[in-house]
C-alpha cells in the first residue's frame, strides 16, 4: 500500500515529528499513522474493538521508539489475560514499524456487545514489557509494568515515573475515516502526543516520592511540589483531545502551535515511518535452528515439508527438511571455526 495512493492517506501521515518548548524545558514528539497503521489491520483484518487497541500500541510504540538514534530496535509487547491477550510491535529504527495480536474472536464479540471496548478491559491483568536493543555494543534494556484494566496511557505514565524517573504526559487515539476508496469502506488512523520534561538542573527533575505505605498514625506524608514550567506544559498538552490527533486537515506543526505558542514552540526535520516486516529466509534459519533436530523433525507436515508463517506479515515460508539441516550443520561448523581461530 503505498503512501501517496493510499485510500484515505493524507501528507501529514506515518511521520514522528520531534519537537522542543525550550522556555519550558520540555521535549516531545507528535505521530500520525494512516496507511502503516491501516497496512498491518487489514493484513489481519481484526475486529473493530482489536484494531483500536493496536493502533494505541503502535503509536506508542513509534513515539517510543523514534526516539532512538540511527539503530536499534524497540519493542512494547503485553501478555494479559483479557480478550486481547497479546499485543506485539516492533519498531526498528529509523522507520520501520510491524504489528500484530493475538485474541479470543469470541470474548471480544462478548466484550463488544456489552460496550466493554476500553483499552483496559480488552487487555485485562499481565503485565507490559517495553524493550530496547540498541545491538551488541550496548546493553539490552527492559522495562516492565504491570497491567491492571489501565488504558495504554496509564501505562506508559507508570512506566516513565518508576523506570526511567522523567515527568511525562502521553496522549493517544484510534478512529476510523469512512472512504469509498477502501475496500471495506474504513480507513484507521492513530495519533500520539508525549510531552517529557528535561531541564538542565536534576533537583528540578526530582518528583514527589512514593506512599510508604501502612505509615504511623499521625505521620505526615511530604507532598510533592511540581515544577512550575513541566505543570504548565502538561496543563497545555492535557486540553488535547482525540479529533486534534486524528484529523488530517490539522497538521501537527499547526497543533503545536495551538498548545504552545505563546511559550515558543520549535519543531525539528520529520522522520518518516513506514510498515515493514523484519522476516527472512535467514532469520527463520537462525529461528529454526534454535531447535533442537528431534524438534524441526516434528514440525515436518504430512506434505513432507517445515511452514513456517510469520504472524507480523502472514508471509509463508515452505522449507525443505533436508535443506534446513544442511544449512544449520553448516552455520554451526562455520560458527564453531570462528570460535577456534579466535582462541588462537
Not at 478512529?175 to 484507521?188: A, D, I
Request: proline residues 5%.
Amino acid at each position: 500500500m503505498a503512501g501517496a495512493a493510499a485510500a484515505g492517506s493524507h501528507a501529514g501521515d506515518d511521520l514522528s515529528l520531534p519537537f522542543a518548548v525550550e522556555a519550558l524545558d520540555v521535549r516531545g514528539r507528535v505521530v500520525r499513522l494512516g496507511p502503516a497503521l491501516d497496512a498491518v489491520l487489514a493484513r489481519h483484518n481484526y475486529p473493530p474493538a482489536v484494531s483500536r487497541v493496536v493502533g494505541e500500541a503502535m503509536a506508542l510504540t513509534v513515539l517510543l521508539g523514534s526516539a532512538l538514534k540511527l539503530e536499534g530496535r524497540f519493542q512494547l509487547q503485553t501478555r494479559s489475560s483479557g480478550p486481547v491477550n497479546m499485543i506485539v510491535v516492533d519498531f526498528d529504527a529509523p522507520d520501520r514499524v510491524r504489528a500484530c495480536a493475538r485474541f479470543d474472536a469470541e470474548a471480544v464479540a462478548a466484550a463488544a456487545a456489552a460496550g466493554e471496548t476500553a483499552t483496559g478491559a480488552l487487555l485485562g491483568n499481565g503485565h507490559l514489557a517495553m524493550t530496547i536493543d540498541q545491538g551488541s555494543h550496548a546493553s539490552r534494556y527492559q522495562g516492565i509494568v504491570p497491567l491492571e484494566g489501565q488504558s495504554l496511557e496509564e501505562c506508559a505514565h507508570t512506566y516513565f515515573q518508576q523506570s526511567e524517573q522523567i515527568p511525562t504526559l502521553v496522549r493517544l487515539a484510534v478512529g476510523e475515516e469512512m472512504t469509498l476508496q477502501s475496500p471495506n469502506g474504513r480507513y484507521y488512523r492513530a495519533g500520539g502526543l508525549m510531552v517529557q520534561f528535561m531541564p538542565h538542573s536534576a533537583d528540578r527533575l526530582r518528583q514527589a516520592d512514593l506512599s510508604p505505605g501502612d505509615a504511623p498514625t499521625g505521620h505526615q506524608i511530604a507532598a510533592g511540589v511540581e515544577d512550575e514550567a513541566w505543570n504548565e506544559a502538561r496543563l497545555l498538552a492535557e486540553t488535547t483531545e482525540a479529533h486534534e490527533l486524528l484529523d488530517p486537515l490539522l497538521p501537527s506543526e499547526q497543533l503545536l502551535y495551538r498548545l504552545y505558542h505563546e511559550r515558543g514552540v520549535r519543531v525539528f526535520p520529520a522522520q518518516p515511518v513506514r510498515e515493514a516486516c523484519q522476516c527472512s529466509r535467514e532469520r527463520i534459519m537462525g529461528m529454526l535452528g534454535g531447535f533442537s533436530r528431534q524438534e524441526r523433525a516434528d514440525m515436518v507436515g504430512d506434505d513432507g515439508r517445515i511452514g513456517v508463517t510469520c504472524e507480523f506479515c502472514s508471509r509463508h515460508y515452505d522449507l525443505d527438511p533436508g535443506q534446513v539441516e544442511a544449512e544449520i550443520a553448516a552455520a554451526a561448523l562455520a560458527d564453531s571455526d570462528e570460535g577456534g581461530e579466535r582462541d588462537a
